[in-house]
C-alpha cells in the first residue's frame, strides 16, 4: 500500500476494490458490529421478507468503501471526515461488489478531498455516496 499525498490528487481521479460478499465476511460483520438481525443471519426468517433470502449489511458495502480509501485513494493516512450513504438495491450473499471512488473537488486550504462513492453488482448501482476525507501533504 502506497499513500498519495494531497499534492498528487486530481479532480477525475478514481480507483476502484472488488470484494465477494461470502457467508463467512456476513458472519465476522455481525460480530464485530453487533448487528445480528435475522434479515442477514436466518435463511428462514430472510425468506419472509421482501427480500426472500438473506442479504448483507448495507454498512458491510459501505466498509469496503473505506477499504478502498484506506488502501488506494489516496491510502494509508487520509482520515474520514463524512460519508453520505444511499442504499439502493440488496446484496446477497456470492454478490461482487465493485467499489469507485471518484475525486470530485478539491480544498487545497484545508487539505480535504470530497469523492463520489458507489458500490454496484453486476453493473446495477447497490449504494451511492460521497465521501469527505482529509488527506496528508507532502512532507516538507
Known amino acids: 500500500m502506497s499513500a498519495l499525498y494531497f499534492e498528487d490528487l486530481t479532480v477525475g481521479q478514481s480507483a476502484d476494490l472488488t470484494r465477494t460478499v461470502d457467508e463467512k465476511a456476513i458472519q465476522a460483520f455481525a460480530d464485530v458490529s453487533g448487528d445480528h438481525n435475522p434479515v442477514h443471519l436466518d435463511e428462514a426468517f430472510a425468506a419472509t421478507t421482501q427480500f426472500k433470502g438473506r442479504i448483507a449489511h448495507g454498512m ?72 469527505t476525507i482529509m488527506v496528508p501533504r507532502r512532507p516538507a
Not at 461488489?97 to 478531498?113: F, H, M, N
Open 60 to 131: 458491510l458495502s459501505a466498509a469496503y468503501i473505506s477499504a478502498l480509501i484506506a488502501g488506494k485513494l489516496p491510502g494509508p493516512g487520509a482520515i474520514y471526515l463524512g460519508q453520505t450513504l444511499t442504499f439502493k438495491r440488496p446484496v446477497k450473499i456470492g454478490d461482487e461488489v465493485t467499489v469507485t471512488a471518484t475525486i470530485t473537488s478539491l480544498d487545497a486550504e484545508k487539505a480535504r478531498a470530497v469523492l463520489s462513492t458507489v458500490c454496484t453488482v453486476g453493473g446495477k448501482v447497490v449504494l451511492d455516496g460521497e465521501a
